[in-house]
Nanobody, 120 residues
């Protein structure tokens, strides 16, 4: 059984900063990419940022230069540092990880989501 547990998020004023973190635990042989997605009310879930096991990062255009994704490979955690937040960043943020729970079983896992609210 694999679990992704998120923490962080909350309420902040526009221009402020927040971070969200995610820890993967359970039966894990290896982790490929980890990342963050978000879903605002009435909208589809969208990619925010990802980081591969080779530390290659990708970002949505809307967050480039403001958000930074990082990873602790020993602790199986991923962190999203969010600066210069805007009201349009308000959403539920979901952690995602591409995990081998055995050498032949690979699956994408999701966290439960954590709310980020940016007030104007």
């Amino acid at each position: 059984q694999v679990q992704l547990v998120e923490s962080g998020g909350g309420l902040v004023q526009a221009g402020g900063s927040l971070s969200v973190s995610c820890a993967a635990s359970g039966r894990i042989v290896s982790i490929n990419a980890m990342g963050w997605y978000r879903q605002a009310p009435g909208k589809q879930r969208e990619l925010v940022a990802t980081i591969t096991n080779g530390a290659i990062t990708t970002y949505a255009d809307s967050v480039k230069g403001r958000f930074t994704i990082s990873r602790d490979y020993d602790k199986n955690t991923v962190l999203l540092q969010m600066n210069s937040l805007k009201p349009e960043d308000t959403a539920v943020y979901f952690c995602n990880a591409d995990i081998y729970s055995t050498w032949y079983s690979r699956e994408h896992y999701w966290g439960q989501g954590t709310q980020v609210t940016v007030s104007s």
